[in-house]
């Protein structure tokens, strides 16, 4: 069962990305505030729920918590300032857009930058351990793989609508025959480095 608080004295926002390990698109990341009595049963980290239970709950986070923002940087303000510094700013982006000021940040993961003097938590797995990381994890990967499903309809060989961006055999194999988009991160490394055969 997720915990509903990580400590009870003030106004908590959950933060989580979404495509940080991608080889396209944007990196999308939210913040979420919910009320101290929030739970459902569907809840939990969103690589761990169904797609359809992922969109399910993306409304009823929509509509039940005291607020949400979810923000992107793109693939190239990734490849300027690298994936870790990106999705910090994603988040940081997303803080921006709360309508409510969090007077606490809980944070997916074993690293952050401070936003502004507000303190805040890393929780590795964090995800599967709170509500409002949780939801955060929901809407940035809801979101995001809205965006990817978009972008598949300009370029459908790489099966963006079902690889979401992230390294399949079906999506390098693409690389490897339709080369790069203006949507692939070229910091990445999109193929395997070929073995040369000394003959």
């Known amino acids: ?40 049963p569907l809840l939990n980290d969103s690589k761990q729920m169904k797609a359809t239970d992922r969109d399910k709950l993306r409304k009823i986070i929509e509509k039940k918590a005291i607020c949400y923002a979810v923000a992107s940087v793109d693939n190239v303000e990734i490849d300027k ?16 857009q709360l309508v409510q ?11 952050f930058t401070p936003y502004g003097d507000i ?6 797995e964090g995800d599967g351990k709170y509500a409002s990381i949780a939801a955060a994890s929901v809407l940035a990967k809801t979101y995001r ?9 300009e370029h459908p060989h790489f099966g963006w609508d079902t690889n979401m961006g992230y390294g399949t055999k079906k999506h390098r194999e693409a ?21 040369e055969l000394d003959l």
């Open 81 to 96: 300032i690298n994936i870790l510094k990106a999705s910090f700013k994603a988040m940081h982006l997303a803080l921006d």
């Open 175 to 195: 690389i490897q025959v339709h080369g790069e988009t203006s949507y692939h991160r070229k910091s990445f490394r999109l193929l395997p480095e070929q073995l």
């Open 1 to 40: 069962m997720l915990l509903t608080r990580y400590q009870d004295l003030f106004y908590e926002a959950g933060c989580d990305e979404a495509g940080r390990g991608c080889l396209a698109g944007p990196v999308f990341a939210a913040a979420v505030i919910l009320p101290a009595n929030f739970k459902h």
């Open 145 to 153: 793989d809205e965006y990817m499903q978009q972008l598949h309809q």
């Open 119 to 124: 303190p805040y938590a890393c929780i590795i």
């Open 101 to 111: 000021r969090p007077e606490y940040i809980l944070v997916d993961g074993n690293r």
